[in-house]
């Protein structure tokens, strides 16, 4: 059975308050979704570790992490890099979730 992974920016502060207490209203919430399948090929590129590294956070298989905004920039950096050294579509729409949490103030969510 695949186990689908999910990248979510709330959109405003209040969507954020929710998101903080596990309230997930599709309304207040950009997501991406990640199947295994990618969320694997995204993990052998090291996108994850590299994050984790620079960001001081712990994005896992099956953990929930939360990338908080003053953080945002440096994982925008390393998306940067890895989209100018491999040709995977996941890089580019994952660095849009993290550029539209900057533009919106907010943060971005990590649900493996």
Do not use: W
């Not at 969507?15 to 295994?36: C, F, H, M, S, W």
């Not at 694997?40 to 099956?62: A, D, P, R, S, V």
């Not at 953990?63 to 989209?83: F, G, S, Y």
């Amino acid at each position: 059975m695949e186990r689908k992974k999910f990248i979510r920016v709330p959109i405003n502060k209040k969507a954020k308050q929710n998101y903080d207490l596990g309230i997930l209203r599709e309304d207040e919430l950009e997501t991406l979704v990640l199947p295994d399948k990618q969320f694997q090929e995204l993990y052998e590129i090291g996108l994850f570790n590299m994050i984790n590294t620079e960001c001081n956070i712990t994005i896992h298989e099956y953990k929930d992490e939360i990338l908080e905004l003053d953080r945002i920039p440096a994982a925008i950096e390393i998306l940067t890099k890895l989209i100018s050294e491999n040709d995977n579509a996941d890089l580019v729409e994952i660095k849009k979730m993290l550029e539209l949490a900057v533009s919106l103030g907010t943060i971005v969510g990590f649900d493996f």
